[in-house]
């Protein structure tokens, strides 16, 4: 694992973003593969660890977005980079047809995109501010934070990837196998973000401090809208609170440990 750190430590910022995004895409993939050896997880082991995955972005949006683009740029540049990010998902969770777990269909209507491709729309808009935040991190030229940002990303995309899976599956989108490969499509839109986000703050500097805030809004707003929601609707508050607590706390020793 060291020799991967060195060799991207060594690669040019709007690269490491890259790199960064093919790698939680490949976290995503392992996640979603699970399917295959863990075929019928419980419905309180998939919340309990979708609230893992909620408290370790929840802990990054503030240690390895918020607070070092406070440090860069002041507390009013982050704040609007907070508040476009949350009402950037708004609008494309509005105007974007999808499909939720909860609520059903959202967006405009469409007649031409139906069932599978209406889960993937919302899977993707879920996973494009995780591949922002990774691009930015690396754009913003402060490596180890990067890392840190990556990982913790990466670690909460295998709960996710699994979750997406397990839907799909249950939607009737075909067999396992198809079932994980429906995770890794909805995740793929997080190497093009990730590699945007690097290309925008690398050349363009005075972007980084609206640009932490703002994918850290978007992911704050994720948290909230869906997996919160999610991972209460069947009885199972308890266990993914606890959930979420672990990843709080995973996601500050990764800061502290890799800091």
Same mark, same amino acid.
Do not use: C
């Given at each position: ?68 683009? $406070?440090?860069?740029? !002041? ?23 999808? $499909? ?40 913003? !030229? ?39 490969? $429906? ?59 606890? !959930? ?5 706390? $995973? ?9």
């Amino acid at each position: 694992m060291q020799s991967i750190w060195s060799w991207m430590a060594q690669l040019n910022p709007v690269w490491q973003g890259l790199s960064g995004g093919v790698i939680i895409t490949a976290f995503n993939l392992v996640g979603a593969l699970l399917i295959l050896v863990w075929r019928k997880p419980s419905v309180k082991a998939l919340d309990t660890a979708l609230g893992f995955a909620a408290g370790v972005m929840l802990t990054a949006s503030f240690t390895s977005l918020i607070l070092p683009g $406070v440090e860069y740029g !002041g507390i009013w540049p982050v704040l609007i980079g907070v508040g476009l990010g949350a009402l950037g998902l708004d609008l494309a969770d509005r105007l974007t047809p999808h $499909v939720h777990a909860i609520v059903g269909r959202e967006g405009r209507p469409s007649h031409k995109l139906q069932g599978m491709w209406l889960f993937i729309l919302a899977i993707t808009l879920h996973n494009a501010p995780e591949g922002l935040a990774v691009g930015v991190g690396f754009g913003s !030229g402060n490596f180890s934070d990067a890392i840190t940002l990556m990982l913790a990303i990466g670690i909460q995309n295998l709960p996710e990837g699994l979750a997406v899976a397990i839907a799909a599956r249950n939607a009737g989108l075909g067999s396992n196998f198809y079932a994980s490969l $429906v995770g890794l499509r909805a995740g793929l839109v997080e190497i093009p973000m990730a590699l945007l986000g690097a290309v925008a703050v690398h050349f363009v500097a005075a972007l980084l401090p609206y640009a932490m805030g703002f994918a850290a809004g978007a992911m704050l707003f994720v948290i909230s809208d869906e997996i919160v929601p999610e991972t209460h609707r069947s009885g199972h508050q308890r266990l993914a609170t606890f !959930g979420t607590l672990l990843g709080v706390l $995973v996601m500050l020793y990764l800061d502290v440990a890799l800091g």
